[in-house]
């Protein structure tokens, strides 16, 4: 995300766009790799929900929480790319208020990634992990990217 300074995040967290919703694919690509063809969109409010879930020490991943929203609506899986947009939406929101905090940070992207697009970048989230405890490790010469070292180990089940 450009100009997120002059975004105001809390405001399009609290936009639903007409989700929660479901769409139909037709796509047959699409259906193997998602295992169905019924499809949810849940809107950015819902993924700041859960992730104020995620207690201190543990961790969730983006992909975790697709899947919760899935069998809780009774879709085959949940929109992948707004998934990403709207877990954004909620770090940058939280960061913009000055209470009422959501720990972003414990939201990892798939394997344990931590996500270079949250307020600060990887080096920020890195910093707020550390202090929770989670060692981060770095993988990649030129493509350099960061993950929680056994970050199964820390996951949070949601019920």
Do not use: C
């Amino acid at each position: 995300m450009s100009n997120e300074d002059k975004k105001d995040f809390n405001a399009m967290l609290h936009d639903s766009k007409d989700m929660p919703k479901f769409q139909t694919i037709t796509d047959q690509k699409s259906i193997e790799k998602y295992g169905g063809n019924r499809m949810y969109f849940a809107p950015p409010i819902d993924y700041d929900k859960v992730m104020r879930l995620v207690p201190f020490g543990k961790v969730i991943t983006v992909g975790e929480i697709r899947e919760y929203f899935a069998r809780l609506s009774g879709a085959d899986f949940t929109e992948p790319i707004t998934a990403g947009i709207f877990v954004s939406i909620a770090a940058w929101a939280s960061y913009q208020r000055t209470d009422d905090e959501t720990p972003y940070w414990r939201t990892l992207k798939a394997n344990g990634e931590l996500n270079p697009k949250y307020p600060g970048g990887v080096e920020a989230q890195k910093e707020k992990l550390e202090a929770e405890g989670h060692t981060i490790i770095q993988k990649g010469r030129t493509n350099i990217k960061y993950f929680v070292k056994d970050y199964e180990k820390f996951l949070f089940e949601l019920e």
